[in-house]
């Protein structure tokens, strides 16, 4: 029986975030990076969701999601 993984999702509010890179030196597996001054998602595939990005942001720019199955966004 294989396990399906959940779908992951990295939302950067782009206007919130002011460049500081703290989110992309907490991550542990380099899912972000950053363009043009704002963090970026990189690398959505190696994101475990452990939630650090988020975390440690100090402007709540960062918002990471977990959507299963019965998740439904409008």
Same mark, same amino acid.
């Given at each position: 029986?294989?396990? /399906?993984?959940?779908?992951?999702?990295?939302?950067?509010?782009? +206007?919130?975030?002011?460049?500081?890179?703290?989110?992309?030196?907490?991550? !542990? /597996?380099?899912? *972000?990076?950053? /363009?043009?001054?704002?963090?970026?998602?990189?690398?959505?595939? +190696? &994101?475990?969701? &452990?939630? *650090?990005?988020? *975390?440690? &942001? !100090?402007?709540?720019?960062?918002?990471?999601?977990? *959507?299963?199955? +019965?998740?439904?966004?409008?």
């Amino acid at each position: 029986m294989s396990k /399906k993984a959940a779908k992951k999702e990295i939302r950067i509010h782009e +206007s919130w975030c002011k460049g500081c890179e703290i989110c992309v030196q907490f991550c !542990p /597996k380099e899912v *972000l990076t950053m /363009k043009d001054g704002k963090a970026w998602v990189a690398n959505l595939e +190696s &994101c475990t969701a &452990c939630g *650090l990005c988020e *975390l440690y &942001c !100090p402007d709540f720019a960062i918002e990471v999601l977990v *959507l299963d199955e +019965s998740t439904k966004e409008n």
